[in-house]
């Protein structure tokens, strides 16, 4: 198989070889081709999908499944009416989804379509090596699993392979795949009690992402939940207070919104009107970048054709700019960031990001200086209450007390509360650990962070 590398260095492969592709390509020129012969401009979106899973536990497999699915959506511009549908599966051919489209598009008010995104044609790439669960992949997974005795661990794996492919009337197709892997480790510990922890590790193919999870990931966790299992500590004194970037990673999905220049528009975004302002500590960096060789996702253009990039909101702690879709950046004069993504069934495109990653000022490491306490947060429970708008919060966690020498105790059960925008204005350092988390397809990437602007309670 013959390998290129794109733009960004990025190893990737040509897509030619997927089953669906010219299925996909074959059935999108038709559609384009019905739309102009009733003198409407075009454009298909499809993506196709193989999600493969795995559940295992003690080292038995419970269950191992593959389901496909694909969806195409269609739309069409005549006369300063735009119309949209979508239809599953999506290589069907049917030419009354045109006059659908053109129905729903009369039945809209007029309003001036935004301009078409100069699409990286050149990049028709997949990621390389494909996500899949094979034999050998499941052999590991069940060696992983079986665990020290008095600890028992839950793995699912999950493997996205499929592919994306965009095509306007009149133009060549974009493609791309969309591998990745994702492992959710659960480990339950028997002591004095029982304790949880659980984490996610994503990449994309199972060799690297599972060889890290072994080399270091599951011998920690199997580590802390043993610590979790004992008894909690009467009086949990600290000096310091540590937020794992697992735990991070889950609140930041709260300021998501206020970075997105359609809640900009709508009145919705804290930080409208805020650019060129200190909205974070010194040395706080905020980037997107689907293109990034961490991201669990290659994307060299998004959903809308658009080129994907690094975009940076936050820069030494100064606001710089929103993530914006075509339609929103047309709205203010300028180009879209290369964020405009559809849901799983194919709605319409809305602002999200790809990889979302916070660089929070100097590395402080995740011991405590000498002769000092640090509370170390390292499991997110739930919110109890959490707003995407003013970035409040409050959430069950778990939490460890960690001495000068390393040694750890539990610190038990603790609600923390705070506000997620306040958080980021007062972050004094890191640990160097980057936990991710995903929500559909978008990405937080986080380290934890040392931080005084929590309250913890039990």
């Known amino acids: ?22 299925e996909l390509a074959g059935a999108a020129a038709r559609l384009n081709e019905e739309a102009a012969a009733r003198g409407a401009a075009s454009e298909v979106w499809a993506a196709r999908q193989e999600v493969a899973e795995a559940v295992l536990v003690r080292g038995v497999v419970e269950r191992h499944s593959t389901v496909t699915t694909s969806v195409a959506a ?85 493997a996205d392979h499929g592919c994306v492919l965009l095509q306007r009337g009149g133009t060549a197709p974009l493609r791309r795949g969309t591998d990745t892997f994702q492992l959710q480790a659960r480990l339950t510990a028997k002591g004095e009690r029982v304790g949880h922890i659980g984490h996610h590790v994503f990449g994309r193919d199972a060799e690297d992402t599972l060889a890290a999870a072994e080399a270091r990931e599951l011998p920690e966790l199997v580590q802390l939940a043993r610590v979790l299992a004992t008894e909690p500590v009467p009086d949990p004194a600290y000096d310091d207070v540590l937020v794992d970037g697992r735990v991070l990673a889950r609140l930041l999905m709260l300021a998501v919104p206020a970075f997105l220049l359609d809640s900009v528009l709508e009145g919705r975004s804290p930080l409208a009107g805020r650019v060129a302002e200190r909205i974070a500590a010194a040395g706080v960096s905020l980037t997107d970048d689907p293109t990034d060789p961490d991201s669990p996702l290659y994307e060299p253009w998004d959903d ?135 929500s559909h397809h978008s990405f937080v990437a986080t380290p934890g962070v040392w931080t005084s602007r929590l309250t913890v309670g039990r």
């Open 1 to 22: 198989m013959s390998t290129t590398t794109s733009t960004s260095g990025t190893p990737v492969r040509p897509y030619g070889e997927c089953g669906a592709y010219a």
């Open 74 to 158: 269609l739309t069409v511009r005549k006369d300063g009416h735009e119309g949209y549908v979508v239809h599953s599966p999506a290589g069907r051919h049917d030419p009354d989804l045109v006059d659908t489209a053109l129905a729903m598009g009369r039945a809209l008010p007029a309003a001036d379509a935004p301009p078409v995104a100069d699409g990286p044609s050149a990049v028709q790439v997949s990621n390389a090596p494909e996500a899949r669960i094979d034999e050998a992949t499941l052999e590991r997974l069940r060696r992983l699993s079986d665990g020290p005795a008095d600890v028992g661990i839950e793995l699912r794996a999950r």
């Open 304 to 438: 809308e054709g658009a080129p994907c990039g690094r975009t940076v909101l936050i820069d030494d702690g100064v606001l710089r700019g929103f993530l914006s879709s075509r339609r929103t950046a047309a709205e203010v004069g300028g180009r879209s960031s290369g964020s405009g993504r559809r849901g799983p069934m194919g709605e319409m495109a809305t602002v999200q990001p790809g990889c979302l990653r916070l660089r929070p000022g100097p590395e402080l490491g995740d011991r405590p200086a000498e002769g000092r306490t640090l509370l170390k947060v390292v499991q997110a429970n739930g919110a109890h209450i959490s707003n995407a708008i003013t970035g409040d919060f409050s959430i069950g966690a778990n939490a460890v007390l960690v001495a000068a020498d390393g040694g750890q105790r539990n610190a038990g059960s603790l609600t923390l509360a705070g506000n997620v925008f306040d958080l980021l204005r007062h972050v004094d350092g890191h640990d160097g650990r980057v936990r991710v988390n995903r």
